[in-house]
């Protein structure tokens, strides 16, 4: 069996060498022998400008030497001179690991495991569940942690649990994928909301079905592990995602409808077929398509139903939980109102390279017991 761990980094010096401590003190490591696996980690570097790549390789010879089960795990640092979260998975898929790869890890570079052992129950969900694709655990804000916390802090920890109330969730932070469905295809350059892409990419059988919740749930397993991540404490910090977030669920849901189009046109042509030939003829085929539908509007650009998002993510929740919730999502509604106005503005003038921002403050450290493990 061979499992790649996938983890492109964007000047996360603050935060790599915290995220290789974690990630080589995870259970599946042990647990290769009796499996028959070994695992390929690679940290991608996509256009760092920091000392990422240092901390990256120092970590990584320090457990070549050191680690219990060294037999079983390569450790490589990949240099990219482009900054592109899409580019690195295309990288990592379909150029740096191998072309046998049963199963693949992708984590961020700044994130810490809560439990030695969510590694290897991601990989288990999807080897006991041959109908699964993906799978995932449960993420946790580091605010969660604090023996303290603000309003601020208790509404951001409330807007979560609406948000992960969706079945089948998974985030971009970490999640693992069954080889022979990432293989087959590229991700789009620009696509910011990658998971949500992928997730419906696989569940909807490359959108040629529509599916069902128990069908989702089914394809898209949750295990039992958790990590913690560093969340948006500061207001710009919080106001910049959510216009990120808008933009990104504008640009999938014009992919889709691009690719449905595509699809009427041509009924023989498949989805990944497309994804590929496009990706080939222009790894930025996305934005030439998105810069000619901005084009032809005269100003709303942003996906139809933005404004009302906050109260439709109620739906999944029992009438009391609705109740409860209703609240947060008045507010979150009076919040994005602003949000969308940015959020409108930056994509109708394809201001998309502004939507990456440097919002690190280091509270992931203070937050996680991890930073000395050996």
């Given at each position: 069996?061979?499992?790649?761990?996938?983890?492109?980094?964007?000047?996360?010096?603050?935060?790599?060498?915290?995220?290789?401590?974690?990630?080589?003190?995870?259970?599946?490591?042990?647990?290769?022998?009796?499996?028959?696996?070994?695992?390929?980690?690679?940290?991608?570097?996509?256009?760092?400008?920091?000392?990422?790549?240092?901390?990256?390789?120092?970590?990584?010879?320090?457990?070549?030497?050191?680690?219990?089960y060294t037999d079983y795990f390569t450790a490589t640092v990949y240099e990219s001179s482009v900054p592109n979260r899409s580019h690195a998975w295309n990288d990592l898929v379909h150029t740096l690991s191998d072309k046998e790869t049963d199963y693949y890890i992708f984590m961020d570079a700044d994130i810490a495991f809560l439990d030695r052992?969510?590694?290897?129950?991601?990989?288990?969900?999807?080897?006991?569940?041959?109908?699964?694709?993906?799978?995932?655990?449960?993420?946790?804000?580091?605010?969660?942690?604090?023996?303290?916390?603000?309003?601020?802090?208790?509404?951001?920890?409330?807007?979560?649990?609406?948000?992960?109330?969706?079945?089948?969730?998974?985030?971009?932070?970490?999640?693992?994928?069954?080889?022979?469905?990432?293989?087959?295809?590229?991700?789009?350059?620009?696509?910011?909301?990658?998971?949500?892409?992928?997730?419906?990419?696989?569940?909807?059988?490359?959108?040629?079905?529509?599916?069902t919740e128990e069908e989702i749930t089914a394809m898209v397993r949750h295990s039992e592990g958790s990590h913690l991540f560093e969340a948006y404490t500061r207001p710009r910090d919080i106001f910049d995602n959510q216009v990120r977030q808008a933009v990104g669920n504008s640009i999938l849901d014009f992919t889709f409808q691009y690719l449905?189009?595509?699809?009427?046109?041509?009924?023989?042509?498949?989805?990944?077929?497309?994804?590929?030939?496009?990706?080939?003829?222009?790894?930025?085929?996305?934005?030439?398509?998105?810069?000619?539908?901005?084009?032809?509007?005269?100003?709303?650009?942003?996906?139809?139903?933005?404004?009302?998002?906050?109260?439709?993510?109620?739906?999944?929740?029992?009438?009391?939980?609705?109740?409860?919730?209703?609240?947060?999502?008045?507010?979150?509604?009076?919040?994005?109102?602003?949000?969308?106005?940015?959020?409108?503005?930056?994509?109708?003038?394809?201001?998309?390279?502004?939507?990456?921002?440097?919002?690190?403050?280091?509270?992931?450290?203070?937050?996680?017991?991890?930073?000395?493990?050996?």
């Open positions: 069996m061979k499992i790649t761990v996938g983890m492109p980094a964007w000047n996360e010096e603050d935060s790599i060498g915290l995220a290789i401590n974690s990630l080589m003190d995870q259970t599946i490591f042990e647990h290769c022998k009796r499996l028959g696996a070994t695992v390929d980690i690679f940290c991608i570097a996509n256009g760092c400008t920091d000392n990422t790549v240092t901390i990256a390789e120092e970590a990584f010879d320090k457990y070549r030497s050191s680690h219990l052992d969510t590694l290897y129950q991601m990989l288990m969900e999807l080897i006991e569940n041959p109908e699964a694709i993906l799978s995932a655990d449960t993420p946790v804000k580091h605010i969660k942690r604090s023996k303290t916390k603000s309003l601020m802090n208790l509404f951001s920890i409330s807007v979560t649990r609406v948000n992960r109330s969706a079945p089948g969730l998974i985030t971009g932070q970490l999640y693992c994928a069954r080889g022979s469905f990432v293989r087959r295809f590229h991700l789009p350059d620009q696509m910011i909301i990658d998971d949500g892409f992928i997730k419906w990419l696989g569940v909807t059988e490359f959108l040629t079905k529509t599916p449905r189009q595509c699809m009427l046109k041509d009924p023989d042509t498949k989805v990944d077929t497309i994804l590929l030939e496009r990706y080939r003829e222009n790894p930025n085929w996305l934005k030439a398509e998105i810069a000619s539908f901005v084009s032809s509007r005269t100003f709303w650009v942003l996906k139809p139903g933005l404004l009302i998002a906050p109260f439709t993510k109620l739906k999944h929740l029992t009438w009391k939980n609705r109740f409860i919730y209703l609240p947060a999502s008045c507010l979150v509604f009076l919040a994005n109102l602003p949000v969308l106005l940015k959020a409108n503005w930056t994509l109708k003038n394809l201001q998309l390279g502004s939507l990456w921002k440097d919002t690190k403050n280091s509270e992931l450290r203070d937050a996680s017991d991890l930073e000395q493990v050996v």
